[in-house]
């Protein structure tokens, strides 16, 4: 069955480093992958979308990996700040040509200390 | 910026009562989502409807489950007889079109409580 795994231990890191979080996918050959931030209590909030045919993504202080042969994808976050303590949601993508829906991972919580 | 609403941000219900969470997605928006979130877990897919009907269901959305868009402004997620393992937050979604570039607008959530 398909599986999308994110790490589940909270990531605590030191202002001004950058955070790296993974999303692996199994029995899956996902058209793209998208990258969700969710604050306690909140619907997820779209950051970042990559292609299969997209090694790299950037926007701002974000950077998104997509490896389709490791099926991996790495998130990362330079020069983090408190306020990007939250938790991240990767949802790989199949093209079906029904609803798009998203399939989630499970998230993992960042917390980025002074 | 056009946001997707939901009201309301929480229910509290008696196990076997009906409840109807309500949603306004953004205007212009053509594809409608419901997902739910039990505390401490994954967001789950439960519903896409387009064109007025269902697109996809998932095994959560059983024959107790329904959604409806009765106005052109209004999508709702009707639960008919609410169990224990109901409660959760309860998002809904919107989409401008199938685009691989377009992404999903989430609402606040309503938090649902079955006692």
């Known amino acids: 069955s398909q599986k999308i795994e994110q790490n589940s231990e909270a990531l605590n890191i030191q202002e001004g480093k950058t955070a790296t979080l993974t999303c692996n996918y199994t029995n899956y050959s996902p058209a793209y992958l998208q990258w969700y931030r969710q604050d306690p209590g909140r619907g997820p909030v779209f950051l970042l979308l990559?292609?299969?045919?997209?090694k790299e993504k950037r926007k701002e202080r974000l950077k998104v990996t997509f490896d389709t042969t490791l099926k991996q994808s790495l998130f990362h976050i330079t020069a983090s700040q408190p306020a990007d303590s939250a938790t991240y949601l990767c949802a790989p993508y199949i093209l079906t040509g029904g609803g798009n829906k998203l399939t989630f991972g499970t998230g993992t919580q960042l917390k980025v200390e002074l | 910026e056009p946001e997707v609403t939901q009201t309301p941000s929480h229910q509290v219900t008696q196990m076997g009562q009906e409840v109807i969470l309500r949603c306004v997605p953004i205007s212009n928006h053509l594809y409608f989502y419901w997902y739910r979130q039990i505390l401490g877990q994954k967001v789950e897919f439960l519903v896409s409807f387009y064109n007025n009907e269902i697109s996809e269901k998932s095994e959560i959305f059983d024959d107790q489950f329904s959604v409806e868009r009765p106005d052109g402004s209004n999508f709702t997620l009707k639960i008919r007889s609410t169990k224990l393992e109901d409660s959760a937050m309860y998002f809904c979604a919107s989409l401008p079109s199938a685009g691989v570039q377009e992404t999903q607008y989430f609402g606040p959530g309503t938090r649902l409580l079955v006692l």
């Open positions: 990559i292609r299969e045919n997209e």
